[in-house]
């Protein structure tokens, strides 16, 4: 993730380059075309009109291979920050040693050159743009063609008007580019500190679930002793029958808890196997019937109505133990709030699942839907809250949304939004 934000950095540099670079080409033609009014000879406007026609028709095969290559994680060697720098570098000192040298105000763009080396490059690299541009400076104060120009006073006003027309444009660029670097390393920051929120948090819900496999674990023994001991007490004859009906729910509820145990290893096995005989496709109602009724057995007492579209029997549900035990949690929270009633409202829109749980109980609070919004843990007398935060991190990996809101004939509605995966035809 990391290297792909920098990547992808390191792209943008290249691009805003080849843009920048059309700024220079366009200042080389201003500076060719009005030759002729400053010399007073149009002698060497068509030497310098071909050389920033050259550069022009270079930068757009940059431009035109950079679009291209634009979907490639890795970019072209050509396109190096580095590399386009020095181009531009030794662009600018062939067009300088055409048109006078050290002597042509234009020699000052080198200092914008090297300030955008500076942000751009490494340390060695900046240097090493740096010690080039002063030796070429140092070259064309030597070496260079001379002007022309037969007014010596005319000539001291053009090169201080031209020295103050370079820096305002320099002054200018090196902002901009500055603005714009500084916006898209704040762009990838941001993008770091989410993935790395991500990764934590990735990292929390693998301890939480280790915790559970470990607790899954040691209550398989313990359940099987139960579930044998209330089998041979169920065969004594001489039961009073007032203890049956108590012992045939905790019958029950001990098969659910291994049930819920034996569908976890499951799921696991096949999760090792890489996929192989995973569970078939299951509709969306009797996938919801059935975490609703393993739910009821466990809570006998509490009142569930559900209120499913027919489209349900036609749309396969997302086999996600985590998404079971949200729902679960859900649900388990609707209880706490000491509702009479729960009711589950399911509809199909489009390809998404969007399912509502209504309760009659006290209600959440301000504070508490606040709480969620933000992430963290509404703790009550009851819980921690980890279960809802829990089930949010289960929905929202799947693609889905989890929300909250206070009822107004109260009580609370928790509502998901959930894609469903696209049916197989073997199941159809």
Known sequence: MAGTLISSLTQITQA?????????????????????NILGSASLMPRLLAFATFIAAINACLHLAQVFNSGSSEGLPMFSPLIQLFFDLASWSSYIYLSGGASNPLISVFLPLVAIGAIVLGRAQAWLLGATAILTYSFLWRYHQPLAIADSQTATHLHLLGMWLVFVVSAIVVIWFILQMTRAVRERDTALAEAREQAIRNDWLISMGSLAAGAAHE???????????????????????????????????????KQALTQLTQRAGHLRDGGADAPSDMALDTWLNGIVGAWQALHPRACIIGHYSEAFGHCSAPLDIP?????????????????????????????????????????????????????????????????LLLSRTAIERLGGTLSLQARAAGGTRAHLD??????????T
């Open 219 to 257: 209550l398989s023994t313990p359940l099987a002793t139960l579930s044998l001991l209330i089998d041979e007490w169920m065969d004594e004859a001489v039961l009073p029958d007032a203890l049956r009906p108590d012992l045939g729910l905790m019958q029950r509820q001990v098969a659910a808890c």
């Open 418 to 427: 959930l894609p469903l995966p696209a049916r197989s035809e073997a199941a």
């Open 323 to 387: 998404l079971e035990r949200a729902l679960t949690n859900l649900l388990d929270n609707a209880d706490k709030a000491n509702a009479s009633q729960i009711s589950l409202h399911g509809d199909i829109i489009g390809q998404h699942l969007a399912l509502s749980i209504d309760d009659n109980g006290h209600g959440i609070s301000a504070k508490e839907l606040e709480a969620f919004a933000s992430g963290t843990p509404i703790m009550s007398a009851t819980g921690m809250g980890i279960g």
């Open 16 to 36: 805003r380059l080849i843009n920048l670079r059309w700024l220079s080409v366009l200042a080389m033609l201003a500076a060719a075309l009005i030759s002729p």
